[in-house]
């Protein structure tokens, strides 16, 4: 007979950095995981490890088309997350944000499944308030470069509400502050993998800007705590929730503690800050430490310690030569 208390959890973007982290979590929770991904930005290189449990499935689809399957809860975390990513084919991802929603949402309905959603930090845009606590409403460009993205997170959001208003769904949606950990992906040119591979390399740190820029970096393993614990909390708290870690530290100091950690002879070079790149970041997470008890464990440095370690071991196998 079933365990009650296994559940059939959907991850999309699930093959990806954070959606990998989290299989790993419920699949140790004691959870059935299907791992939905399309491959765009994810690999299997993230979850080949999780191949041989009984409790694990990987499902090859993209989230802009429907998907008919039966299950207890929904992770929708499918979107490319970077800019070079998320610019690469920015119609795609307004899809991916808004249709992909349309459908999971489609989906949580017919089978009463309680949905998450990934949002993120980007729903403020530039802020104008520091720290951002959930109730600012963002200062952001509707057609610039990274409105794709930024827009398309913000539309998902207002579906999710609405299908809760409109349809009763169970819905818990997370902003997401920066996040760091293994498994990002060695190209995708967020500032945390950037720099400790340069500086692995010994290739010169690029800092965009005069970095001045701030931003605050949570460990993967601690906004996987996060989402448990939103997923798992009474259903009238939707959110949105901030999760992130509320150390604020700027670009520059971030590219001279990466050089320090890694011992390495890499240079300092500045270049152009790109477009709409916002000036500060920091989360109020208030909310999360009250309604959920949660709030970061893992500082800066020990965190760095572990990426550094996981990027070094890429090296060392010969899986990142240069970029
Ligand atoms: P990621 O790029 O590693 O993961 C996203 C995954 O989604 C990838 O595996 C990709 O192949 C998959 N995907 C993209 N489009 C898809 C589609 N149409 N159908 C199916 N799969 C698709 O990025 P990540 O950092 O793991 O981000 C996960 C989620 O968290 C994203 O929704 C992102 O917007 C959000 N988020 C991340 C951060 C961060 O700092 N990493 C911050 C804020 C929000
Ligand atoms: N959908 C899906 N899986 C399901 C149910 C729905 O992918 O199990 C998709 C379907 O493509 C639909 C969308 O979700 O267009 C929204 O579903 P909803 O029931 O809200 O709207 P409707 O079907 O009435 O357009
Ligand atoms: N950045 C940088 N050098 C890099 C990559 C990024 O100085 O090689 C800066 C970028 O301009 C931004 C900050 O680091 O100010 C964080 O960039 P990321 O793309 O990681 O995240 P986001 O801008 O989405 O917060």
């Excluded at 692995?200 to 005069?210: E, S, W």
């Excluded at 920091?282 to 009250?290: K, S």
């Excluded at 760095?304 to 030569?321: H, M, N, S, V, W």
Aim: proline share 7%; with cysteine.
């Amino acid at each position: 007979m079933k365990n009650p208390l296994r559940k059939q959890i959907l991850i999309t973007g699930g093959a990806g950095f954070i959606g990998s982290h989290l299989c790993e979590r419920l699949l140790a929770d004691g959870h059935d995981v299907i791992c939905l991904d399309n491959f765009f930005t994810g690999a299997k290189d993230n979850i080949v490890h999780l191949l041989d449990n009984p409790h694990f499935e990987l499902l090859r689809h993209d989230i802009t088309f429907p998907l008919y399957i039966e299950v207890d809860q929904i992770f929708n975390l499918a979107c490319p997350a970077s800019p070079i990513h998320y610019q690469f084919d920015p119609v795609q991802t307004t899809k991916t944000s808004v249709h992909g929603a349309i459908n999971m949402l489609g989906l949580a309905k017919r089978v009463k499944a309680r949905i998450f959603q990934a949002s993120t930090s980007e729903v403020y845009g530039d802020p104008q308030v520091h720290p951002q606590p959930e109730s600012y409403c963002g200062h952001v460009n509707p057609i610039g470069p990274r409105s794709c993205y930024d827009e398309g997170k913000r539309c998902a959001e207002t579906l999710f509400f609405d299908y809760h208003r409109q349809h009763q769904l169970e819905i818990k949606v997370a902003r997401i502050f920066n996040t760091y950990g293994p498994r990002m992906h060695p190209n995708d040119g967020r500032v945390v993998s950037n720099f400790v591979v340069q500086a692995l390399l010994g290739k010169p740190i690029t800092i965009y800007g005069d970095g001045s820029q701030t931003r605050s970096f949570c460990y993967v393993d601690d906004l996987v705590e996060g989402f448990v614990r939103l997923m798992n909390s009474p259903a009238d708290l939707t959110g949105p929730v901030n999760l992130g870690n509320p150390g604020e530290f700027t670009i520059r100091e971030l590219a001279e503690k990466v050089v320090a950690m890694t011992g390495s002879k890499s240079e300092l070079i500045f270049q152009p800050l790109p477009m709409d790149d916002p000036k500060q970041r920091r989360p109020d997470i208030g909310l999360a430490q009250q309604a959920l008890g949660w709030k970061p464990q893992i500082a800066l440095d020990e965190g760095l310690q572990k990426t550094i370690a996981y990027f070094a071991d890429l090296l060392e196998r010969g899986i990142i030569r240069s970029f």
